[in-house]
DNA sequence: CTAATCACCTGAAGGC
DNA sequence: TGCCTTCAGGTGATTA
């Protein structure tokens, strides 16, 4: 399940391979896996890869394709094109013979086809590595608000980016209690939180991201965090601070992993 | 604003 | 072996 570190790796080795390459046409396999909004690109050059959120921007002269993978999506640049491939769910040709392949056999992905960026990421608050996101702007977007620290976090609205695994080893990393309310956090809990997200993501990268299960890079190949996760997916396991047995609870339905010891209860 | 629930999907894992 | 249930989780929509 990508989120923002494996998003990064990707969009890392997407741009060598396709910026200065053009794209002749968007073929869709899977009818609800493409979005077409006003726009299909047709010999129009790549000028960048970017990323925001969870979301691969691909900057084209005259509008944008961007990529969500959701759960199960992954990408590949490949000259050998199998149109029967297994879960295989859209093509996007290139004009050098190479296609950008859009796998994702839950079938949740999407590709966005737009003149206009903030039509596609109008959901989407502050990135969660970017320089907008100040301390500052931290603090006002926590203000007066009464859910649970995890809850807030897995809201893309107001910072983007993170997602489930990430959020459990920010929240330990800070040792804030998962349902704590965003309106009982003191000055500095949100600091100590603000920062841990950084550095876990920033360690995430550094690792090429976490492959659960189906996560790999363009290259195929898999990332490496998943050894270093504190608390995620490790129920009943010793806690790596303090030995206590990890507790698994649901928020939001969401699995949600804690130390009761070091994050309190 | 908040909470809860559903819908979208498939595959893996566990129970019997 | 096989059938059934549950779980995994990102996002958008809907309802209360």
Same mark, same amino acid.
């Given at each position: ?109 999407? !590709?966005?086809? $737009? ?8 959901? =989407?608050?502050? +990135? &969660? /590595? ?36 990430? !959020?459990?080893? $920010? ?8 349902? =704590?309310?965003? +309106? &009982? /956090? ?80």
């Amino acid at each position: 399940m990508p989120e923002l570190p494996e998003v990064e790796v990707i969009v890392r080795e997407l741009q060598p391979k396709i910026i200065g390459e053009e794209i002749t046409r968007v073929v869709p396999i899977w009818h609800r896996t493409v979005v077409k909004h006003d726009y299909s690109p047709g010999d129009d050059r790549i000028n960048a890869v970017e990323r925001h959120g969870k979301y691969i921007i691909i900057r084209l002269d005259r509008g944008f394709v961007v990529v969500h993978l959701r759960m199960t999506g992954q990408l590949m640049v490949d000259a050998q094109i199998d149109p029967d491939a297994r879960h295989l769910r859209a093509i996007i040709y290139l004009k050098s013979g190479k296609a950008i392949l859009f796998f994702d056999s839950r079938k949740f992905g999407r !590709i966005f086809l $737009s003149r206009n960026l903030d039509v596609v990421l109008k959901n =989407t608050g502050i +990135d &969660a /590595l970017s320089n907008d996101f100040t301390i500052k702007k931290f603090i006002h977007i926590l203000k007066n608000r009464k859910v649970s620290i995890k809850s807030f976090l897995m809201d893309q609205h107001h910072v983007t980016g993170l997602g489930n695994i990430y !959020i459990d080893e $920010s929240l330990f990393a800070a040792g804030i209690h998962p349902q =704590t309310r965003v +309106d &009982a /956090l003191d000055a500095a809990q949100i600091r100590k939180l603000y920062k841990k997200i950084q550095i876990i993501l920033r360690r995430a990268i550094d690792g090429m991201g976490t492959t659960i299960s189906d996560y790999k890079t363009v290259g195929g190949g898999f990332g490496g965090y998943q050894n270093y996760l504190a608390v995620y997916g490790r129920q009943n396991k010793p806690c790596p601070v303090c030995h206590t047995p990890i507790k698994k609870i649901r928020i939001n339905n969401r699995g949600t992993h804690y130390c009761p010891v070091c994050q309190g209860e």
